[in-house]
């Protein structure tokens, strides 16, 4: 029987080892959680990192990371601490995260990164190779393994290839700027269906590769050599029902096991009943406009004073790539703007922003998800933004309004939000007013659309339809070209 294998480049599970003890932990990022109900449904398996470096795991340790990773349907490409620095924070987040995200000024090119990750990639195709039979499906994800797609044709063309990029794809301007592009695209061209989460994403490649390669491209079809790739946008989609039954679940949760955080926001809600809680969601990252959000959120204080006292910005940061040195200037950025914020405007019972550094388990999540009565999700750039969708399927009372950027992939599904401009502090500031203020009805009806949406097009019929497209893709004949 054939089978699907998902490739990224951490595995869905994250291991340790605590006091020589093995601990296995979910990871919290959008893909792993995105992809968790496909790969525990099928008969696939998921090749990626484990989070431990090969010098931390001894020829006996080796055994036990095997099993529990066996266990999980999971199998490991080793990587070392120099994989790590100069394939992962190196090539990966520090020249194509940055490059991708418009941070021009952010990309370092150091020709010793690109070494390590086309080695790094050429060790993620050999151990797909060790575990792949013709016939099977490998469904390649992300900006890390951009050079996978080749590397595996090379060596099998009976396999189906996909490929799906969930960061945004740069206009062709930026894209040359990089002195390896003709290595990438050569790279993401192995596959036979490469998705994006938006059409301009779409575009933005298509030109990429018009003018680059000496291709024929008719609409979103590529004749290369004898195959044709198909380029397609599949926006992402959530765990809809996942996160909606959690919200359902919460007044439960409240009885059996409260959370620091609920009895800190009873508290809150005891002293202050008129108080309006505005979430913000976010790995610590520059693409997420996380000082901006702060500034707008300072901006609108100022400019409607009357709020004061009355509306509290709930900000969590999860720790992230904290070894980069633009994440630490982010870092030392947010704390001071907090810090001057909390330091100009707080009183004795009131602290305008609660900012938490940290990572929190899931159903500490859903408690701020379901208690804020606006969730600000206002990235600079954003290839999708899953935190959008999640707080929209937690809205279980018909209330609850949604600030988005423009700037998140997410906006191009999502036209009942809010939808601001991120550097423009006015207009968020004024959107905070326009959602707190929102009448009743509004909201309902605003909800009722975008909760349609985003539970009829669910993760696993974003994978579905991947799958599918991918299938067809595998089946096309190339385009006849006159000689
Ligand atoms: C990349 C692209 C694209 C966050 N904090 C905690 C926690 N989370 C979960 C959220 C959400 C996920 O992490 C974050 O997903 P995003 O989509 O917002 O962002 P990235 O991690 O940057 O993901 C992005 C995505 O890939 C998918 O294609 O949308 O554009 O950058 O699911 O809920 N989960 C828990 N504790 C936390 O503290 N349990």
């Given at each position: 029987m054939n089978k699907t294998i998902i490739v990224s480049n951490r595995l869905p599970v994250d291991l340790k080892f605590d006091d020589e003890k093995l601990v296995v932990k979910s990871s919290t990022g959008g893909l792993a959680t995105g992809m968790k109900s496909v790969h525990s449904e099928g008969n696939g398996i998921w090749i990626g990192w484990s989070g431990l470096a090969q010098e931390e795991v001894s020829e006996e340790l080796q055994v036990e990371v095997d099993e529990a990773l066996a266990k999980e349907?999971?199998?490991?490409?080793?990587?070392?601490?120099?994989?790590?620095?100069?394939?992962?924070?190196?090539?990966?987040?520090?020249?194509?995260?940055?490059?991708?995200?418009?941070?021009?000024?952010?990309?370092?090119?150091?020709?010793?990164?690109?070494?390590?990750?086309?080695?790094?990639?050429?060790?993620?195709?050999?151990?797909?190779?060790?575990?792949?039979?013709?016939?099977?499906?490998?469904?390649?994800?992300?900006?890390?393994?951009?050079?996978?797609?080749?590397?595996l044709r090379k060596s099998n063309p009976n396999i189906t290839i996909g490929f799906f990029l969930h960061i945004p794809y740069p206009s062709y301007e930026l894209f040359i700027t990089c002195p390896w592009r003709n290595e990438l695209l050569q790279g993401m061209l192995g596959a036979d269906l490469i998705g994006f989460h938006t059409y301009d994403y779409v575009r933005h490649f298509l030109s990429s590769v018009s003018r680059i390669k000496d291709v024929e491209i008719s609409f979103n079809e590529i004749s290369y050599g004898n195959r044709i790739i198909k380029v397609d946008s599949f926006p992402m989609g959530i765990d809809y029902n996942r996160y909606h039954d959690a919200a359902l679940e919460h007044d439960k949760y409240l009885e059996d096991s409260k959370s620091d955080f609920m009895k800190s926001l009873d508290f809150h809600n005891k002293s202050?009943?008129?108080?309006?809680?505005?979430?913000?969601?976010?790995?610590?990252?520059?693409?997420?406009?996380?000082?901006?959000?702060?500034?707008?959120?300072?901006?609108?204080?100022?400019?409607?004073?009357?709020?004061?006292?009355k509306v509290r910005l709930v900000m969590l940061a999860v720790p992230s790539r904290e070894n980069v040195p633009q994440y630490q200037k982010l870092k030392r950025e947010t704390d001071e703007l907090v810090g001057r914020i909390n330091g100009q405007l707080s009183t004795i019972s009131w602290t305008p922003v609660w900012y938490f550094y940290r990572s929190l388990p899931f159903h500490d999540?859903?408690?701020?998800?379901?208690?804020?009565?606006?969730?600000?999700?206002?990235?600079?750039?954003?290839?999708?933004?899953?935190?959008?969708?999640?707080?929209?399927?937690?809205?279980?009372?018909?209330?609850?309004?949604?600030?988005?950027?423009?700037?998140?992939?997410?906006?191009?599904?999502?036209?009942?939000?809010?939808?601001?401009?991120?550097?423009?502090?006015?207009?968020?500031?004024?959107?905070?007013?326009?959602?707190?203020?929102?009448?009743?009805?509004?909201?309902?009806?605003?909800?009722?659309?975008?909760?349609?949406?985003?539970?009829?097009?669910?993760?696993?019929?974003?994978?579905?339809?991947?799958?599918?497209?991918?299938?067809?893709?595998?089946?096309?004949?190339?385009?006849?070209?006159?000689?």
């Open positions: 349907k999971c199998i490991q490409v080793p990587l070392t601490n120099a994989d790590i620095d100069n394939y992962y924070h190196g090539f990966s987040n520090s020249a194509l995260w940055p490059l991708f995200h418009y941070f021009q000024a952010y990309t370092e090119f150091e020709w010793n990164h690109w070494k390590s990750y086309v080695e790094v990639n050429e060790k993620f195709a050999k151990v797909i190779l060790e575990h792949v039979n013709d016939g099977d499906t490998v469904w390649v994800h992300d900006y890390q393994l951009l050079l996978v797609p080749e590397l202050n009943e008129e108080s309006k809680l505005i979430l913000s969601i976010d790995r610590m990252d520059y693409t997420k406009g996380i000082p901006n959000r702060i500034k707008s959120f300072e901006y609108f204080l100022n400019k409607y004073p009357e709020y004061k006292e999540l859903i408690d701020l998800y379901v208690s804020s009565d606006v969730a600000m999700v206002t990235p600079v750039r954003d290839g999708m933004n899953l935190v959008a969708k999640e707080y929209i399927a937690t809205r279980t009372k018909e209330n609850g309004v949604l600030i988005l950027s423009e700037m998140a992939g997410a906006a191009k599904e999502m036209h009942e939000a809010l939808i601001v401009n991120p550097n423009n502090f006015e207009q968020t500031a004024d959107a905070i007013k326009t959602a707190l203020e929102m009448p009743q009805e509004e909201q309902k009806e605003r909800l009722a659309a975008l909760q349609k949406r985003i539970s009829r097009y669910d993760v696993e019929r974003w994978a579905g339809e991947f799958l599918k497209a991918l299938e067809v893709a595998k089946n096309t004949e190339p385009i006849q070209v006159a000689k």
